[in-house]
T-cell receptor
Framework: SQTIHQWPATLVQPVGSPLSLECTVE??????LYWYRQAAGRGLQLLFY??????ISSEVPQNLSASRPQDRQFILSSKKLLLSDSGFYLC??????????????FGPGTRLLVL | QKEVEQDPGPLSVPEGAIVSLNCTYS??????FMWYRQYSRKGPELLMY????GNKEDGRFTAQVDKSSKYISLFIRDSQPSDSATYLC??????FGTGTSLTVIP
């Protein structure tokens, strides 16, 4: 069966520090991968998605970036965190079909607090 | 206007009650409609998935889509304390509501 891992589970970082969040998927190959941010009262916001190694699409311009160095690994990064980057970051995968018909499966999330 | 509107609640019901959760949307081109359940501090998990209009039933859960009114619903019958969670609607994979917080009181 497929599983999705995210770490760390919780992170407290000072403003201006760098960020690296990692997501890995097991039990499937060539998945579509997604990064979302969930802020209180604002629902899920799609940040990035990837249909293959090295292929990243950005949905929201901001100081975050994403990379996909391996088929089942997705990394969310920032060079300098802002207070507004605080939130719950969720990684998700789908089986590699064509949106919008895809079912997504979410990881456990990383709670980020920027102080 | 947001593309997807969902009443955040909170909603509190006694055990055994029928729960109705709703979302409205503005984009008539949406074709796929999902409901996710999210427990506190966890990632969302898919509950129901519906294509176009109509009803879909899965155990105690029924999803209903009315494209003419741009309105979708999730009904939970015989609600249980374990149903206490936030319920998110989603459309065409990427468009999410803000979630409705539900508490079922034993």
């Amino acid at each position: 069966s497929q599983t999705i891992h995210q770490w760390p589970a919780t992170l407290v970082q000072p403003v201006g520090s760098p960020l690296s969040l990692e997501c890995t998927v097991e039990g499937t190959s060539n998945p579509n991968l997604y990064w979302y941010r969930q802020a209180a009262g604002r629902g899920l916001q799609l940040l990035f998605y990837s249909v293959g190694i090295g292929q990243i699409s950005s949905e929201v311009p901001q100081n975050l970036s994403a990379s996909r160095p391996q088929d089942r690994q997705f990394i969310l990064s920032s060079k300098k965190l802002l207070l507004s980057d605080s939130g719950f970051y969720l990684c998700a995968w789908s089986s590699g079909g064509i949106p919008p018909a895809e079912t997504q499966y979410f990881g456990p999330g990383t709670r980020l607090l920027v102080l | 206007q947001k593309e997807v509107e969902q009443d955040p609640g909170p909603l509190s019901v006694p055990e055994g009650a029928i729960v109705s959760l709703n979302c409205t949307y503005s984009n008539s081109a949406f074709q796929y409609f999902m409901w996710y359940r999210q427990y506190s501090r966890k990632g969302p998990e898919l509950l129901m998935y519906t294509y176009s209009s109509g009803n879909k039933e899965d155990g105690r859960f029924t999803a209903q889509v009315d494209k003419s009114s741009k309105y979708i619903s999730l009904f939970i019958r015989d609600s249980q304390p374990s149903d206490s969670a936030t319920y998110l609607c989603a459309m065409d994979q990427f468009y999410f509501g803000t979630g409705t917080s539900l508490t079922v009181i034993p």
